[in-house]
Each structure stands twice: as structure tokens, then as C-alpha cells.
């Protein structure tokens, strides 16, 4: 039989900020042909094949339809988008289908810590280092600020030491990097996290179907990590709002308890602020024996 035309799904190629994506796909059940030193693995029968690309280039390839997929971080996708002096109406692009739930950090503004800032105005006239420059431009217009983005690509935070720079705008996660070279976060650009996108060059239907099979698996891995399944004991004057208390998935399943006329075993899956939200609630209901467990994956 004619094997599938594989959609090709680029995430990053080093290996530290490509480990999420790479047990998100464990997660999902994709298992991989692993060659050492290869820069492309195919999943085992499944018509998917990763592409590890240096995370700065993944949107090019997103955007000029090299991959079909990529796992790729909001700030290297949306300066692209900014660059590729996009037509509205044409074929090349971008889209974000899902957010992931890893990569999170801000693109920042951070002045040297002995430096004056009493909001962006103080950054007229200034030199901004930054590996974004797009987005900074887009940010100090937005600000009304007339400054300049000098756009640099790596060791940002060094700029202004070396005298390149009297500010910097860079990504920040711990905060660690700035304060190790002396800097102050000042403002927040851009809130960032690796999302799951597609290219919007046109795909053939087999590539679009496995597409849609990709995006089934990733999004109820997803929603199972955001839920919880939830087991309780609860007396019978509880149950309805025990009902209300958990929206969103299909009714609990409820089922009398052995021996006990009055008290119920609850089975509900909710999502886990919820489940903290109303775990005081529960206990006054009367619920006893709350158990809460993870979900491995949320198939509809
Ligand atoms: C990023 C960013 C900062 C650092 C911030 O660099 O450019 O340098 O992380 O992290 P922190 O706030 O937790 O200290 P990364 O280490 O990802 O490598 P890069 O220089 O290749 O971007």
C-alpha cells in the first residue's frame, strides 16, 4: 500500500527548549525513528516527520509552507509575522491553532539598574538593544516613544555595559539573566508561550486530515492536563449542587453507596482551579473520601 504523504512539524533544535515538545509528542503516542546526529525523525506509522530547526528560523519555514506544523514560541512567530510584510489575502502565513502550556516569559524592557525611568517617555531619544526589534518597534509606536531599536542577536543584556545601548528589550523568564548584569525589568512588551501553529499556504486534503489528527491528539492531551478526574462521597441533599459546582464536562456520574441509603459515590472530571475553588464548598456539602486524580488523555 502507498504510504501517506507525511506532514513535517518543526520544533527547536537545541535539545533544553526542545524537551517539552519532544514529551508532548510521547504524550500524544507518536513514537519516533531516532537516528543520532539526524535532524529529521519519522513517527512509526503515522505520517508525521519532526524537523529540528534553530528556533529563530522555525516561523520562515511556517510562513513559506516548508513545514506544515511547528511547536514555536509567540515571539520568534509573531516578529516573523511582523517582517514577512504579509498580504492580507495571499498564501503565505501563519496561525497559532493552540497554545501548549510550556515556554511562558515576557519580552521586557530593562533599563541599567542605576539609570532613571519614570514611565516610557524616559526612553526618548534612547538606544534599545534587542533581538525583536519588530515587536519593540511595534510597542514604542503603540507608547508614541521616538526611540531607537538596535537590533542585535544574541547577549542582549550585555549591550548596555559595553556601551552599545542604554536600554535593552529581551525576553525574561526568572528574571535571573537581568539581574546577574545589573538591569531592571522596566516593561512588559509581550507575553510569550510556545503554541502549536500551522502554515496557511494551501495543504492537499491527505496532509489537511492528518493535520486534524495532530491537532486532536496535542488538544486532548491538553484538556486532560488542565482537568482533573474527581471521586467523592456525598450525601443525597448534596447532589444538585454538587451538579452545578462542576460546569463544563458531561454530568457526574452518580451511583448509590452499598449499605448507605442516603450518601452517594459522585465521579465528576473538572478543571483544577475549580476543583480548588470548591474544595470548602464540598466538604461543608458534606462530601467525604475526596479523591482527585490525573487524566492521561480527553477523547470526545
Ligand atoms: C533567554 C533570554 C535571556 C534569558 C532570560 O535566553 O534571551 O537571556 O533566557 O531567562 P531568565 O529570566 O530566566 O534569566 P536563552 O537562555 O533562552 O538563550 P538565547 O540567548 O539563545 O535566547
Redesign the pocket.
Known sequence: MREKACVRIAVQS?W??SERSLELFTRCGFEFDKRKRQLTWKAIGFPLEVMFIR?GDIPEYLIDGVCELAMVGTNALEEALLGAQLDPEGERGAQVLLPLGFGQ?RLSLAMPRDAPYEGPASLAGKRLAT?YPLLLRRWLDEQGVDAQAVAIS????LAPSLGIADAIS???????????NGLVEVERVLDCETVLARTKKPVDSEREETIERVLQRVSGVRRASQRKYLMMHAPHAALDELRSLFPGMEQPTILPLGGDSDRYAVHAVTREDVFWETMERLKELGASSILVMPIEKIVD
Do not use: A, F, I, P
Open positions: 537545541s533544553r527548549l528556533h516569559c533581538s544574541g547577549s542582549v543584556e529581551d525576553l525574561v523568564s526568572s528574571g535571573q539573566t537581568l539581574e546577574s
